[in-house]
């Protein structure tokens, strides 16, 4: 009879192990600067958020947002986590290794340089170091995307080189050198391996068809000049001791009703490309690579007929994507295509009038994972700050922009484009590797080992239920029970 009931006592000796883990662990600081104490975490995870499955297996940390915002980015230290048989099991496997991560972060824009640019000097060093440190709970933003001029979230539209100056003798950053350079700067010295790609969203607009900062198309008779435009910016920008990793042609080019902005069609964009760009990057020894596209994915064959040029593809190292019409796993395809090409995602927006919840689901469903899982190397959003006026924009710009964090003076508010590129940011460094891992409809996920050997894993509950997982990868297992619409990272060493 006693012998019988051992393996019980068992359970719950190890329950009462980890409760005692979480009630007297010490307080932890958690990225969204609030204080999170371990008495509550243990409440917390017994609530049906989290439930914990105690029995033998590696330590596990836990980081945690609820869809209803009542627990945001909530961490837990390493612990001890069980293992239950019979969950729905999540198999991850560092054999089968794809693309290598270059990095994730937000688009850095004219307004948002503006808005950091108003902080107190004390309040924005604390502010980007929480934002681009790597020390932990910091979120490690590590690839920004930055305009060749303006974009529409700038106060007016402008270029370098305002007057009809076919040699660019007037070219001047003078502009940038107000807000943007300034920032990216201090960015850097927080993070000197920043990545950063350059995107316009027109060109001069004495170039174009129309002479309009709207629509109009590039004239051929200035493909010269306009190559000659993106040398002159990388070289400008190089001699500020800011490095151009990538550059796109041109920000949305099928998309010529915003302001400012240009109409170039695939067969324009390969004429650049092989008769501009591509010629003129090779004889002055520009290696900033080039990303084609940069516009929704519902029509992969834009990318694809400019991968099929063979005169244009031997300058383009891959191809960017927005997901505002499409579906994100058409990628994949340009992938399957063309698989010496890399594939990048660089543009979401959150809108001023969304729902965290469906915010937070939607973007880490399709963006984060979906993209990820589809091949992308890098993830950017739109954009890193706003402010409550989601002012600036150009007259015909974006007035509905929500950023990662919202930005009046030294006040900062995080909204959910902030945890969602947190839940990736923080545990995947540059260099990490996505590994295989089992996908679920219910629970979508991705898994990484970054180049310290941890494994990370991120999960979504995209049910309405509270779903009972269980993760299997090598000698480490656990179980939990997330809560409906929860948003889980777990990192655990690959031994």
């Known amino acids: 009879m006693i012998s019988s009931q051992i393996p019980l006592l068992k359970y719950h000796m190890s329950r009462v192990t980890v409760l005692l883990f979480l009630l007297f662990t010490l307080i932890v600081r958690c990225t969204n600067g609030q204080m999170i104490d371990h008495t ?9 958020n989290i439930s914990l499955f105690p029995s033998k297996s590696s330590k596990v940390a836990i980081t945690l947002t609820l869809a209803d ?33 270059d990095g994730f972060g937000f688009a850095l824009t004219g307004g948002s340089a503006i808005h950091l640019n108003s902080m107190s000097s004390s309040a924005r060093k604390e502010l980007l170091q929480e934002l681009f440190g790597q020390s932990p709970g910091e979120l490690n933003f590590s690839f920004i995307r930055v305009s060749i001029g303006a974009s ?67 004239l051929p008779i200035y493909y010269s000049s306009y190559a000659s435009y993106f040398v002159r ?44 760009l591509g010629p003129r990057f090779e004889q002055e020894g520009i290696e900033t690579k080039v990303l084609i596209y940069d516009h929704n994915v519902d029509r992969i064959d834009y990318p694809i007929s400019i991968l099929d040029d063979d005169e244009a593809n031997k300058y383009v190292y891959g191809s960017a994507f927005h997901l505002y019409a499409g579906d994100i796993s058409d990628i994949s395809e340009v992938h399957s295509l063309h698989p010496d090409k890399h594939i990048y995602f660089t543009e979401q927006w959150y809108g001023a009038h969304g729902n965290f919840s469906e915010d937070l689901k939607w973007h880490i469903r399709e963006v ?29 710009g974006c007035n509905q922009c929500l950023g990662a964090i919202t930005v009046d003076g030294d006040e900062v508010i995080r909204n959910a484009g902030y945890y969602v590129m947190g839940h990736v940011s923080s545990f995947v460094p540059p260099g990490s590797k996505r590994i295989n891992s089992t996908y679920y409809q219910s629970l979508p996920n991705v898994a990484f080992r970054t180049p310290e050997n941890d494994i990370v ?15 299997n990868q090598q000698e480490t297992k656990f179980s939990v029970n997330l809560k409906s619409g929860s948003v889980a990272t777990f990192k655990w060493k690959n031994e």
Do not use: C
């Not at 969203?201 to 170039?207: D, F, G, R, T």
């Open 152 to 218: 529409d979230l700038d106060q007016t539209p402008f270029s370098y080189v305002d007057a009809q100056d076919y040699d660019l003798d007037s070219f001047s950053l003078t502009r940038d050198k107000q807000n943007m350079i300034p920032i990216i700067k201090e960015i850097l010295e927080i993070n000197p391996d920043l990545k950063i790609m350059a995107s316009p969203w027109s060109p001069p607009i004495w170039m174009k068809s129309n002479n309009s900062s709207i629509g109009g198309s590039l």
């Open 69 to 101: 915002g009542s627990q945001k980015f909530v961490s837990q230290e390493p612990a001890i986590l069980g293992y239950n048989d019979s969950s729905l099991v999540i198999h991850v496997s560092e054999q089968e290794a794809f693309q290598s991560m």
């Open 368 to 396: 984060i994972i979906g993209s990820v899982r589809n091949w992308s190397k890098g993830v950017i959003e739109w954009n890193l700050t706003s402010s409550s006026s989601l002012e600036p924009h150009t007259d015909g």
């Open 233 to 276: 910016y990388i070289k400008a920008m190089k001699q500020e001791g800011i490095n151009i990793e990538f550059i796109s042609i041109q920000n949305e080019p099928l998309h010529d009703g915003n302001n400012p902005s240009l109409y170039m069609p695939a067969d324009e964009q390969a004429a650049f490309i092989k008769k501009g």
């Open 457 to 471: 894993l991120l999960v979504l509950n995209d049910t309405e239920d509270v779903q009972q997982i269980g993760v």
């Open 40 to 48: 509550r975490q243990a409440e917390y995870f017994e609530e049906g």
